[in-house]
């Protein structure tokens, strides 16, 4: 690379790279978004039917499960008509021996609407857990709070710069926040749960495990795509794909079918859910 005139005289590296790399996605990363949209759509639709014939007061998994189908179906239209997306510019500093150093310039497409979409959506998920925990209100505060943290901060990751400790920095603090996450589920989640009975604690221990096996997927995925860019936007955007089918509407058939044969999972949350609503009794 040639040194221009600027170059000489500024100690920063100057932009001489004419030719960017560009990652962005291809057909098979949007025939993917695609095909999440209709299965968020179907999924959705589906617990609305399964709630139908229920009285309001058993509804609470059901309207907090459809909910996270339909922020997630939302948030893939979004993603699949290319809404949602910015164009990341991930400079990484080239250097030389006795010409000035250069920049390389990577144009990264970031996901952004995930991130709205889980800032909305995990809350939710870890509420279905509270709930079927019956986990106390302050350690629900505390999980979801952690939460939003975990996926704000991530977000901040997404958009770090390189060469500065922003990237990992806010990696890292979200990591944190997830395991005050695990902390309240596994720890005092599981201790509530054993006072609703054996057969709903064995129930909290399956999907709770199945929930924090997937979770965990999350930050490795990040971390070999968004982090280190490894991986292409397009097998990127499939492993979230995949992750997210099993995280929502795989987790919400779940619970919903076994809260369906398992009366002991229900919550009474009295008139403050459902009080004057028709349908009840
Ligand atoms: C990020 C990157 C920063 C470190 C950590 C992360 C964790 C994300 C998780 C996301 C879960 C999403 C779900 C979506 C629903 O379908 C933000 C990737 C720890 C745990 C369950």
């Known amino acids: 690379l040639v040194p221009t005139a600027t170059s000489s005289i500024s100690p920063l590296p100057t932009i001489t790279d004419p030719r960017p790399e560009y990652q962005v996605v291809h057909d098979e990363g949007k025939r993917t978004l695609w095909v999440v ?13 399964m709630s139908w014939s229920l009285p309001a007061s058993k509804r609470l998994y059901h309207v907090v499960t ?57 809350p939710l998920l870890l509420l279905d857990l509270s709930l079927l925990a ?33 990237k990992w920095g806010w990696y890292a603090i979200a990591c944190i926040a997830y395991l005050v996450v695990v902390w309240q589920l596994a720890v005092n989640g599981r201790a509530a749960v054993l006072n609703k009975g054996t057969k709903v604690a064995r129930f909290f221990g ?8 997937l979770w965990t997927a ?13 991986a292409s936007v397009d097998d990127e955007i499939i492993a979230y794909a995949v992750l997210d089918v099993l995280a929502k509407p795989v987790f919400g058939a779940w619970l919903l079918f076994t809260h ?19 349908g009840e009794g």
């Open 206 to 213: 399956s999907i709770a495990g199945f929930t924090f096996l």
């Open 134 to 166: 019956g986990l106390n209100g302050a350690s629900i505060f505390i999980a979801i709070f952690a939460d939003l943290v975990m996926i704000l901060t991530g977000l901040f990751a997404a958009f770090g710069g390189e060469e500065t400790p922003q």
């Open 218 to 230: 999350y930050p490795i995925v990040w971390g070999v795509a968004d982090g280190s860019r490894i």
């Open 260 to 278: 369906q044969s398992m009366p002991e999972t229900n919550v009474e949350l009295g008139g403050f859910w459902s009080e004057g609503l028709k």
């Open 66 to 122: 459809t909910l996270i189908t339909t922020i997630a179906a939302i948030s893939y239209f979004g993603m699949a008509t290319g809404h949602g997306v910015s164009l990341h510019d991930v400079k990484i500093t080239e250097q030389h021996e006795h010409v000035p150093d250069t920049y390389k310039h990577i144009y990264r497409q970031v996901y952004w609407a995930r991130y709205v979409d889980w800032s909305l959506t995990t």
């Open 37 to 49: 949209f209709v299965i968020m759509l179907v999924a959705s639709i589906a617990f609305t039917a």
